[in-house]
């Protein structure tokens, strides 16, 4: 029987550049899709998954971060007060019980591979998951959850993928693939950001993964890849003819929070999904595109 997937790290440390001015001030993790932070959606998820612990790789200037997850005792004595008992539960919800959480500082930013290595001695020797907030995944199962029940038929690392048009996969790590079984598939190669034309294929890593503790182990060599960054990808990719790596085309659609564009379309796509805010927003939407081409 493979051991459950308990343990989750969020890497949270950027500074959300693309987001200035707003991200001053505010971590780019809690800026909010209709009424919950980014961050929310991803611990959403996690819990659906399985996972108890919750391990955030942080940096300077996120203690709103970690306000979120606190109690707040006032807010919540003057909710139960005025009856307000939705709000009451909404909000209780976001809590996170003492030792369930726990927060890591990455002091320099030296990529995504060293922001998981801060968190090796949480993890110790069980696999693992990581969780990229920036990437935002409607699906009528959430998606980890979906890799978990995959995990349990093939055991070894995995990667959420998806197919990309071919001019974009430079943006991305670009999965060899070996052999090709549907929802998963079994991998050879793994490219970080591959020069254009060069790609393996058009299937592409996304903020998702399994992990074994093989890949920290990978990951103290410390060494640089892609834009001289520590890789996850490379890590994982030492993995192939070891514990095994496979690549899982998950059900749902992603949205790229991290940038502007994709952080517009997704609170579209979740408010078009909220019965209270349906209506309106298809009204507004609909009148935007009718003067839009009336204009033209």
Same mark, same amino acid.
């Given at each position: 029987?493979?051991?459950?997937?308990?343990?989750?790290?969020?890497?949270?440390?950027?500074?959300?550049?693309?987001?200035?001015?707003?991200?001053?001030?505010?971590?780019?993790?809690?800026?909010?899709?209709?009424?919950?932070?980014?961050?929310?959606?991803? #611990?959403?998820?996690?819990?659906?998954?399985?996972?108890?612990?919750?391990?955030?790789?942080?940096?300077?200037?996120?203690?709103?971060?970690?306000?979120?997850?606190?109690?707040?005792?006032?807010?919540?004595?003057?909710?139960?007060?005025?009856?307000?008992?939705?709000?009451?539960?909404?909000?209780?919800?976001?809590?996170?019980?003492?030792?369930?959480?726990?927060?890591?500082?990455?002091?320099?930013?030296?990529?995504?591979?060293?922001?998981?290595?801060?968190?090796?001695?949480? #993890?110790?020797?069980?696999?693992?998951?990581?969780?990229?907030?920036?990437?935002?995944?409607?699906?009528?199962?959430?998606?980890?959850?979906?890799?978990?029940?995959?995990?349990?038929?093939?055991?070894?690392?995995?990667?959420?993928?998806?197919?990309?048009?071919?001019?974009?996969?430079?943006?991305?790590?670009?999965?060899?693939?070996?052999?090709?079984?549907?929802?998963?598939?079994?991998?050879?190669?793994?490219?970080?950001?591959?020069?254009?034309?060069?790609?393996?294929?058009?299937?592409?890593?996304?903020?998702?993964?399994?992990?074994?503790?093989?890949?920290?182990?990978?990951?103290?060599?410390?060494?640089?890849?892609?834009?001289?960054? #520590?890789?996850?990808?490379?890590?994982?990719?030492?993995?192939?003819?070891?514990?095994?790596?496979?690549?899982?085309?998950?059900?749902?659609?992603?949205?790229?929070?991290?940038?502007?564009?994709?952080?517009?379309?997704?609170?579209?796509?979740?408010?078009?999904?909220?019965?209270?805010?349906?209506?309106?927003?298809?009204?507004?939407?609909?009148?935007?595109?009718?003067?839009?081409?009336?204009?033209?």
């Amino acid at each position: 029987m493979r051991k459950k997937i308990t343990k989750a790290i969020f890497p949270v440390a950027g500074l959300g550049t693309r987001f200035l001015p707003a991200t001053k001030s505010v971590p780019k993790e809690i800026m909010t899709l209709v009424d919950r932070p980014l961050v929310q959606y991803a #611990i959403d998820e996690a819990r659906a998954a399985g996972i108890k612990e919750f391990i955030f790789v942080t940096s300077r200037g996120k203690g709103a971060l970690e306000d979120y997850f606190d109690h707040a005792p006032q807010l919540e004595q003057e909710l139960r007060k005025k009856g307000k008992h939705d709000l009451l539960e909404t909000l209780r919800s976001t809590n996170m019980e003492s030792g369930e959480v726990a927060y890591l500082r990455q002091h320099r930013a030296l990529g995504l591979g060293h922001a998981v290595w801060c968190a090796r001695r949480l #993890i110790h020797n069980e696999p693992f998951a990581v969780m990229l907030p920036d990437d935002v995944i409607a699906a009528e199962k959430p998606c980890l959850q979906q890799m978990v029940e995959a995990y349990e038929e093939t055991g070894g690392n995995m990667v959420a993928a998806m197919e990309v048009p071919a001019e974009r996969a430079s943006a991305y790590g670009i999965l060899d693939v070996r052999e090709d079984m549907g929802s998963i598939v079994s991998v050879k190669d793994m490219v970080e950001k591959p020069k254009a034309g060069e790609a393996p294929s058009n299937l592409a890593v996304i903020g998702r993964y399994i992990l074994t503790p093989a890949v920290l182990r990978n990951l103290n060599k410390m060494k640089a890849g892609a834009g001289g960054e #520590i890789q996850l990808t490379d890590a994982i990719a030492q993995e192939i003819d070891g514990n095994g790596v496979y690549g899982f085309r998950f059900r749902g659609q992603r949205f790229d929070c991290g940038s502007k564009a994709g952080f517009l379309q997704a609170t579209v796509a979740f408010g078009l999904a909220r019965d209270e805010l349906r209506d309106d927003l298809e009204s507004f939407l609909h009148e935007i595109i009718a003067a839009r081409k009336a204009a033209e």
